[in-house]
């Protein structure tokens, strides 16, 4: 399969200390793909060598097909990032910063800078000075960057910090909407699982600068322990429904009243419609599933426990 | 590479330097009027011809304040961006490192030669204009020598560059005080006086300063592409 963008054994060592030990990451085009970590995982570190920023130590990044080398800056063209916090000329207007990156990247389409200020909501605070902004305002301005020039790769390092949860969930939607209208392919960051979780196709997960696991979302649906949790008036009845009507086996009787059906031949509706033929009284229903944040976490507390 | 020094002229806000370098002229000016009284009409042999007393004050503090407002413009234009974090948008552009860090380091130089030159007419100007009232002859500055006007050029361009030692003082340390800290001992190791030993005016030691200059800028960005961005 031919990715995007993959890295290979990508090390950092700066001052005799490991950053980051043979990480391979591999994105296909036109997907999101998630990075997590927790903070000091190597995240920032990976996403600098990916932007050309820090050279490897070890090991090689491959974007769009090319080997990366310090003279790759055609690459850059057909990338968008922001590296930590994004940094502005302060003095200068939104407008006036988003223009000159349009002058450095040799960018010229009319109505783009209106646009990308459009999109983050940033029209009426275009003619202030950065200085002038919000934390917010200058994440929000950061991403309008590096859209701006319509980028076929857009590496975003923990895009929403700063952002309010309304905030938060505009540009999640704004990613996914790029992915899917605009085909861009996106790698973010995050070590808020739930940011991800909803938005992310794959998902790599960095541990104390070693890749863990990269996993698709899909993946980790089909391998988590999903379950339907039943609350009803009388167990004793409901598990001879379950058994003898249904033909189910794997089910658990957790505490009078409550059922964990295993099972996953059986569908959500089937269920129900039988047992209330069979006069068995439900008070709850509801389908279960390990999150994404339960995954990370197993799996670091895994490494911890090694 | 034009246009990425226009860029950085727009970037630096420009208007703001050519404003502070005017109020700076004036102040020169009249600091120089003055004083030209006092000066009156012995010659020193500090530049490539003998000087006369008013043109080599013209000179002195005009390379002077310069060379500190060139370490000013490079800690504002190069440095900051390492200070600030905004190198990494710049190295972020498909666009040789090398490049960006010359239309910087040309920026402020064409900018400088240009404002100390405007700078030194306008002075020479006024006070030849005005030379009878201030008690200086009109021959104290030759404008009809052509000795004048290459010993003008080349005090100018040298003055400019040497400011230059300081740039990768500043970048060592990504602070702008300390570029202008330099910048100022630079001036004044050039310029000034310790004990009566001068080395204002020694054709040798102005072209070591301006190889060392040159250089530094060298040594500063040769390995530029391929260090990473911290």
Redesign the interface.
């Known amino acids: 399969m031919s990715y995007i963008l993959q890295t290979n054994n990508l090390t950092k060592t ?1 001052g005799g200390k490991k950053l980051v030990s043979n990480v391979d990451l591999h994105i296909k085009k036109g997907e999101i793909y998630g990075f997590l970590g927790l903070n000091g995982a190597g995240k920032t570190t990976v996403m ?1 060598m990916i ?5 490897p130590t070890n090991g090689k990044v491959e974007v769009f097909g090319k080997t990366l080398t ?2 790759s ?5 057909r ?1 968008g ?1 922001i ?2 916090f ?4 302060e ?2 207007t939104g407008y006036e910063n988003l223009k ?1 990156h349009c ?4 960018y010229y389409n009319h109505g783009s800078i209106e646009n990308a200020l459009d999109m983050l909501d940033l029209t009426n605070a275009a003619a202030k000075p950065v200085k002038n902004y919000s934390l917010g305002m200058k994440e929000r301005l950061g991403i309008a960057r590096a859209i701006l020039c319509k980028p076929e790769l857009l590496i975003l390092d923990e895009p929403t910090n700063g952002l309010d949860p309304a905030g938060m969930k505009q540009i999640r939607d704004l990613l996914k909407t790029l992915c899917t209208e605009y085909g861009i392919t996106i790698m973010i960051s995050s070590h808020i699982l739930s940011e991800i979780e909803g938005i992310a196709n794959t998902v790599g997960v960095i541990h104390h600068g070693m890749m863990m696991k990269e996993i698709s979302m899909k993946e980790i649906e089909q391998m988590s322990l999903a379950y339907i949790e039943l609350s009803v008036l009388n167990s004793k009845k409901a598990a001879y429904v379950l058994s003898e009507k249904l033909g189910l086996t794997n089910f658990k009787i957790i505490e009078d009243g409550q059922i964990r059906i295993y099972d996953n031949h059986v569908s959500p509706q089937e269920l129900s419609k039988m047992l209330v033929l069979n006069d068995v009284e439900i008070i709850a229903f509801g389908k279960k599933a390990e999150t994404l944040e339960d995954y990370f976490l197993k799996m670091t507390a895994e490494v911890k426990n090694v | 590479m034009f246009k990425l020094i226009k860029l950085e002229f727009k970037k630096g806000n420009v208007i703001k330097y050519i404003r502070n370098s005017t109020v700076m002229t004036v102040v020169l000016l009249l600091f120089l009027i003055a004083t030209a009284g006092s000066a009156g009409a012995d010659t020193t042999s500090m530049g490539l011809y003998e000087r006369s007393i008013i043109n080599a004050a013209v000179e002195l503090y005009n390379n002077m304040a310069y060379i500190v407002f060139t370490g000013i413009m490079l800690a504002s234009f190069i440095v900051e961006e390492y200070e600030k974090g905004t190198i990494s948008l710049m190295f972020s552009y498909p666009i040789k490192r090398q490049k960006i860090m010359l239309s910087k380091i040309f920026a402020v130089w064409i900018f400088n030669v240009a404002a100390l030159i405007l700078s030194k007419l306008f002075i020479y100007a006024i006070l030849s204009a005005l030379s009878s009232s201030i008690g200086i002859s009109a021959e104290d500055i030759p404008f009809d020598s052509l000795m004048f006007w290459l010993d003008m050029l080349l005090s100018t361009v040298v003055m400019i560059s040497i400011a230059y030692i300081g740039l990768p003082i500043g970048l060592k340390t990504k602070s702008s005080k300390a570029t202008v800290v330099a910048a100022v001992l630079i001036a004044c190791f050039s310029h000034g006086n310790i004990m009566g030993y001068t080395l204002l005016g020694n054709v040798y030691y102005y072209a070591l300063l301006v190889i060392l200059a040159v250089l530094f800028i060298f040594l500063s960005i040769y390995d530029i592409e391929t260090k990473d961005v911290i």
Not at chain 1, 86 to 89: A, R, V
Request: no cysteine; aromatic share 18%.
């Open positions: 700066i600098k932007t050309n920023l820090w050279k310090p003279q800056y055609e690459v850059l063209k990338m990032s590296i930590e994004p940094k502005f000329y003095h200068m000159l002058e450095y990247m040799g």
